[in-house]
């Protein structure tokens, strides 16, 4: 109809568009490929495609997260010192901080910023309030907090999916002298899934397990159900396993569907490692009823507990002076994305083993470092690739990394006290009768070196892959449901996260070759639009009547918790609702009881299921008072008095005055009325002399007196 109107050109329906959020101003933020990938093949990883990435961005523009979640971080500890952690780090309510006293009465004293439920030794494990992470092989805990909540847009170092929630550290993992390792006692983390829940934990993650053909552990399903408002996002396992198989994975593998366990739980999502390219993760673990979804989980730049000290990344030349290449070159990109270095197995001869070696950096020990470098190998029966650690010129233990697979590989190794002069040396043999095409080419060599606490720096990252990196992804986008949507139930935020993946071929549940259930990769964005279909809108009266009232009208405002824009119904004395505004006015209101009932409705379509509501009476007005009658005028003065005097009485009289109600006499102190116009005076003594007041009276009050004397008797 519009369109025909004269005048008018052109006519559509309004509609709603968003900001677009801006990428943070983090300087590593271009290589978190997790949160957006264009394709840049972080880590030298080829291919990559662009958009295979969890929709940060998108996401973003509706919310970055809010400081009232929090997430529980059950790991081998935190550095709450890091400069990208520090202002994330929850602060117990229930504590203060250094009184030496158990404040909150849960048997650990000052546990202001969580807790530590592994003790310095596994073994014989001590509580205590320090989840600080302070070994030499840790780093675990630091590095999956900066994937969930990194504090976004400081300027340092990367950004977290939830850039400003909470996070609670929960040491469950910690050093185990019998078994010469780090390890995650059961117990420990029963305690801490009970901590977290306690303690007003919305989500937690758990990147930790082990595979097991057993059914599991009651006592922590016992623990996951009893906190049934957390949601826990755990790691599938970085074994290639098929889940679903006899060997399982927990505790990731509970499930109400498959556990068969009594008291299963739902309050579980198991993730597994995708890829730049959107494909499984080599290593991932997978599992069509006992893994839910799939998120990046490969080349994860994140928070760590080390100091760089050594970074080449070979564009063009060698950065550093004091490489020793024994005919090692500059490569161009190609077999790499970038440049890098390659052995020139042109010149090669058979049997021969050509070293590299980088340049040598001072580090003070006793520490650990840890070498990262991106490789691409091409090999044959006989080639022999190995990398090592060299220290004051001594090479350490090798590493042989025939394994053709592309990607970032690490070697970590421990430096003696004093300071030391540390390399690193790769090295390819070249074997009988093998192409001379043969070889490997190598890019992006970093070396970090462990810190002790409270000493990171703003170079404090690391590269680390495993469906540990891949959970706290999916856990940062349940921590940023949780900020939208208050309200949503841990059950609400598992099915927004798994109804809207985007479908990935491999992971499809029917067909795909590596299926788990939801069939597809984390998408944040989506996930917001599901939660926001699945909670509605929570409604409150600001303000309005209450009472007892004779106003015959009443304006109610009233507004909603939703974090998307709604509008409202209204409707009064349960009649049927009808679109409102803010504030509403209603009139005409006959005198009794009345009631206000108001909803809001999402963008989604969804009611507020119970609708705000307020009653109050409008009272009939009060009668008008009888009419008052004007006051009467008090009597005139009283004339015509007489009177007659006897030896012990006397007889007074007046004329009759107009409109009095009768008359006051007083002689002496005594008073006395009179209803007619004389009066009789008795037991006067003969010889004293009286005076009379004489008054008229009526409702106004008596008139004038008039004074008389009474003579002796004569």
């Excluded at 009060?622 to 006397?650: D, F, H, I, L, Y």
Aim: net charge negative; hydrophobic share 35%; aromatic share 6%.
């Amino acid at each position: 109809e519009l369109r025909g109107t004269p005048g008018v050109a052109d006519v559509s329906r309004d509609g709603f568009s968003v900001l677009h959020a801006p990428a943070p101003n983090d300087p590593l933020f271009g290589q978190l490929w997790g949160l957006e990938n264009k394709g840049l093949n972080i880590g030298g990883v080829s291919p990559s495609t662009a958009g295979t990435d969890i929709s940060a961005l998108d996401a973003w523009s509706k919310t970055v997260g809010d400081e009232s979640v929090i997430v529980a971080d059950l790991d081998d500890g935190i550095r709450p010192d890091h400069p990208d952690l520090k202002n994330r780090i929850w602060t117990n309510p229930a504590e203060t901080a250094g009184d030496g006293i158990d404040n909150d009465s849960n048997g650990i004293v000052d546990d202001v910023i969580g807790a530590d439920f592994a003790g310095a030794d596994v073994d014989a494990i001590v509580f205590d309030n320090d989840p600080t992470d302070d070994l030499f092989d840790g780093g675990h805990g630091t590095h999956t907090a900066g994937t969930i909540a990194a504090q976004g847009d400081n300027g340092v170092g990367i950004t977290g999916v939830a850039q400003k929630v909470t996070i609670m550290p929960l040491r469950v993992c910690g050093w185990s002298p019998a078994n010469n390792g780090v390890l995650c006692r059961r117990s420990s983390q029963i305690a801490a899934i009970n901590y977290a829940g306690e303690n007003g934990a919305k989500v937690a993650n758990m990147s930790l397990g082990g595979l097991s053909s057993g059914t599991g552990d009651p006592a922590v399903v016992a623990a996951f159900a009893a906190n049934p408002e957390v949601l826990f996002v755990i790691s599938a396992g970085n074994d290639a396993n098929d889940n679903d198989s006899a060997t399982t994975t927990f505790p990731c593998a509970y499930d109400p569907s498959t556990s068969g366990q009594p008291g299963a739980v739902d309050n579980i999502v198991c993730v597994a490692a995708s890829n730049q390219s959107d494909a499984r993760a080599s290593f991932s673990s997978w599992g069509k009823t006992k893994v839910d979804i799939a998120a990046p989980g490969t080349e994860i730049l994140s928070t760590y507990v080390t100091n760089e000290k050594f970074d080449e990344d070979y564009q063009g030349a060698f950065t550093f002076s004091g490489w020793i290449n024994d005919n090692w070159k500059l490569a161009s990109a190609a077999p790499l994305v970038t440049p890098g270095i390659t052995n020139d197995t042109q010149t090669q001869a058979d049997g021969v083993t050509r070293v590299t070696r980088t340049p040598q950096v001072t580090v003070n020990g006793p520490t650990s470092c840890t070498v990262t470098f991106f490789r691409k190998l091409t090999s044959s029966a006989g080639d022999l690739f190995q990398y090592r650690a060299v220290v004051n010129g001594v090479p350490q233990t090798a590493v042989t990394g025939n394994n053709q697979n592309p990607g970032i590989f690490s070697l970590s190794f421990d430096v003696p006290a004093g300071a030391q002069q540390v390399a690193t040396a790769f090295s390819f043999q070249k074997g009988a009768g093998t192409p001379a095409s043969n070889g490997v080419w190598i890019d992006n060599t970093r070396l970090h070196c462990y810190v002790p606490p409270g000493q990171e720096t703003g170079t404090s990252y690391e590269y680390l892959q495993g469906t540990s990196m891949a959970a706290p992804h999916v856990t940062g986008a349940a921590a940023l449901l949780a900020a939208y949507e208050p309200s949503a139930t841990s059950m609400q935020l598992k099915q927004a996260l798994l109804t809207s993946v985007d479908p990935v071929a491999q992971f499809n549940p029917a067909t795909g070759a590596f299926p788990i259930s939801s069939g597809g990769r984390l998408n944040a964005d989506k996930a917001l639009t599901a939660v926001d279909a699945l909670v509605a809108p929570g409604t409150s009266i600001t303000s309005g009547p209450s009472g007892s009232t004779t106003d015959t009208s009443a304006s109610f405002s009233f507004n909603s918790d939703s974090a998307t824009p709604v509008t409202f119904e209204c409707r009064l004395d349960g009649g049927g609702f009808a679109p409102c505004t803010s504030p509403s006015t209603v009139s005409g209101l006959a005198v009794g009881d009345h009631s206000f009932e108001v909803r809001a409705k999402d963008q989604a379509g969804t009611f507020d299921a119970t609708p705000a509501s307020a009653a109050w009476t409008v009272a009939a007005p009060p009668q008008a008072p009888p009419p008052v009658e004007p006051p009467a005028v008090a009597p005139a003065k009283v004339s015509g008095v007489k009177v007659k005097r006897k030896k012990t009485s006397a007889v007074v009289s007046w004329q009759s005055v107009s409109g009095a109600t009768s008359y006051r006499i007083r002689i002496g102190t005594s008073t006395k009325t009179s209803a007619g116009t004389s009066m009789k005076l008795k037991k006067l003594k003969p010889g004293k002399k009286y005076t009379v007041t004489i008054a008229a009276v009526n409702a106004s009050g008596p008139g004038p007196a008039v004074k008389v004397k009474i003579k002796k008797f004569r």
